[in-house]
């Protein structure tokens, strides 16, 4: 059974592994350690963590400003995605939210990323696009895609 829980800081380590396994490396888009901490040091800012017994198996980043909830991070190892685990984490972060009165959830994501896929799936609509906005492997530029999820 898979469990989503509530992280923190003292969890970094155990999700460096999925941050390793899930992004393709190619658009450099996996945080290091350190981003996640300087990330996870603010309070405006939540982990959480789908585990199935002591083990990690996906992680969500979020924060959120007013009434603005922003998704910065999700992350399924790969061997276990399309099990609804990325799902059962946004949901909750939807829920989380819904609680904090936030009016809408917020991302980006690279054009030409199979998450849109998922985000479109969960309700997610485009709202805008910034030109250029990643850099990959072979010198191209993929827009990133601005995503917006009404609660
Ligand atoms: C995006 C991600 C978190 C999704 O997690 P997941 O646990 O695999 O997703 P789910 O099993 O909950 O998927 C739910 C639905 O979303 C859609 N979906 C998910 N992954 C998809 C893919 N690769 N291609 C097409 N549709 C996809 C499907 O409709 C899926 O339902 P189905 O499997 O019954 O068809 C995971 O693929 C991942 O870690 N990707 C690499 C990291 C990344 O790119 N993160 C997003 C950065 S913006």
Redesign the pocket.
């Known amino acids: 059974m898979i469990e989503i829980v509530e992280g923190d800081a003292t969890d970094i380590a155990k999700i460096m592994p999925i941050m390793g396994d899930?992004?393709d490396p190619a658009f450099g888009?996996a945080w290091s350690a350190a981003q996640c901490l300087s990330a996870l040091a603010m309070p405006d800012c939540r982990l959480l963590i789908a585990k199935s017994k002591d083990e990690v198996l996906?992680f969500s980043i979020s924060r959120w400003v007013l009434d603005t909830e922003e998704l910065l991070m999700?992350?399924?190892v790969k061997d276990r995605?399309?099990?609804?685990?990325?799902?059962s984490l946004l949901y909750e972060t939807i829920k989380n939210a819904t609680t904090g009165n936030r009016t809408q959830l917020f991302?980006e994501?690279?054009e030409g990323?199979?998450?849109i896929?998922?985000y479109s799936?969960i309700g997610f609509q485009p709202i805008g696009r910034r030109k250029k906005y990643y850099s990959s492997d072979d010198g191209n530029r993929p827009d990133a895609i601005t995503m917006s999820y009404i609660i």
Do not use: M, P, T, W
């Not at 995605?81 to 799902?87: A, H």
């Open positions: 899930a992004f888009e996906g999700i992350g399924v995605q399309r099990q609804k685990i990325g799902s991302l994501c690279r990323n199979k998450a896929d998922f799936n």
